[in-house]
């Protein structure tokens, strides 16, 4: 009903510019008896529910809240988390799980960051869980990084040296199909390391990755 008579008012004062609204807005604070009056009428029918509702939820965050307080944690752990199976919104259901893991901080800790967790996958808005993420094992272009990686590192001991020697290794190579043939194979053999590709490239040249080409990554520090 107030709505209805904001509306109708601002229909009243539509076009009228600023000082029209700032006659309404002192009006309205200074609480002046024809606003109050008409305020009064629009809320006259207004009609409650004389049984109030009171949902499961509601009820369980607050049986929980007491528990908590008079030191049972592990009940208000228990009582909580029943509450919360009532709940079919998942943005929700991830806010009432976050507060759920406070309360079972206090009993297993390594329990709440994995409630903390499934809340998360529930709602990003809640805190992120200290559980660190699962390891994937390393593949494709992983592997390739990897290598280059530990050959870099045991052939130069600071970043400076080895920028410098990668752009020299860089220019020193002539591209192109018809020149590539005459190129000395250390050349390629290096850049292969650089680049992380050296097992590959000596598998599809001897059919095995144990043996070791001359002119490729030197021997003792090219990565397995």
């Known amino acids: 009903m107030q709505i209805e008579l904001s509306l109708q008012i601002a229909e009243q004062i539509e076009g009228e510019g600023i000082g029209a609204i700032a006659d309404l807005l002192n009006l309205f604070l200074e609480r002046k ?90 709602n990003s808005g809640v805190l992120k869980p200290q559980i660190a993420p699962a390891r994937k094992k390393l593949a494709g272009p992983t592997v390739q990084g990897k290598a280059a990686a530990e050959y870099l590192g045991a052939l130069y001991s600071d970043a400076r040296t080895m920028e410098l020697a990668v752009a020299s290794l860089f220019d020193n ?29 000596r598998k599809r040249k001897t059919g095995t990755v144990d043996r070791t080409i001359s002119g490729l990554c030197p021997r003792g520090s090219m990565p397995s």
């Not at 004389?50 to 509601?58: F, N, P």
């Not at 228990?78 to 009532?86: E, K």
């Not at 590539?180 to 097992?199: F, M």
């Open 33 to 122: 008896t024809q606003w109050v009056s008409k305020s009064l009428e629009a809320t006259a029918d207004v009609t409650y529910e004389s049984a109030g509702t009171v949902t499961q939820l509601a009820a369980g965050r607050r049986k929980a809240f007491n528990l908590a307080v008079a030191g049972d944690e592990d009940g208000a752990v228990q009582v909580l988390r029943r509450a919360i199976d009532t709940v079919t919104d998942s943005l929700l259901k991830g806010w009432c799980l976050e507060e759920l893991a406070t309360y079972e901080h206090f009993v297993d800790p390594i329990a709440a960051q994995k409630t903390l967790a499934a809340a998360r996958k529930l």
């Open 173 to 201: 190579v002539t591209w192109g199909s018809n020149l590539r043939q005459t190129e000395p194979k250390s050349k390629s053999g290096s850049l292969g390391c650089t680049l992380g590709s050296a097992p590959a490239a």
